[in-house]
Nanobody
Framework: QVQFVESGGGLVQPGGSLRLSCAAS????????MGWYRQAPGKQRELVAV???????DYVDSVKGRFTISRDTAKNTLYLQMNSLKPEDTGVYYC?????????WGQGTQVTVSS
């Protein structure tokens, strides 16, 4: 069974930084594109960043220049470096394959940006 475990969230002030981690198990991590998703209260889950099985990356416009997605193939771990955080970045962040595997969302990690 595929499993994703997110960590690294927390409460930060606007302008602060966080690095999220996602440990993946139950699959060959390196052969799939992976993404970070977030869901704000009352809103639909959205794709924030994606990384291919190679090195190419892409981001939703609202986070370009502030977030960086990366992966460590040997450790089966996905990362999201989040800088210059804004209140609108608040939400639960999830990792998954891209396109996602619907039955295999993790618990997510809460990111709250507030002064």
């Amino acid at each position: 069974q595929v499993q994703f475990v997110e960590s690294g969230g927390g409460l930060v002030q606007p302008g602060g930084s966080l690095r999220l981690s996602c440990a993946a198990s139950g699959s060959i991590f390196s052969i799939y594109s992976m993404g970070w998703y977030r869901q704000a209260p009352g809103k639909q889950r959205e794709l924030v960043a994606v990384i291919s099985s190679g090195i190419s990356t892409d981001y939703v416009d609202s986070v370009k220049g502030r977030f960086t997605i990366s992966r460590d193939t040997a450790k089966n771990t996905l990362y999201l470096q989040m800088n210059s955080l804004k209140p609108e970045d608040t939400g639960v962040y999830y990792c998954n394959r891209f396109p996602p595997l619907s039955p295999h969302w993790g618990q997510g990690t809460q990111v709250t940006v507030s002064s």
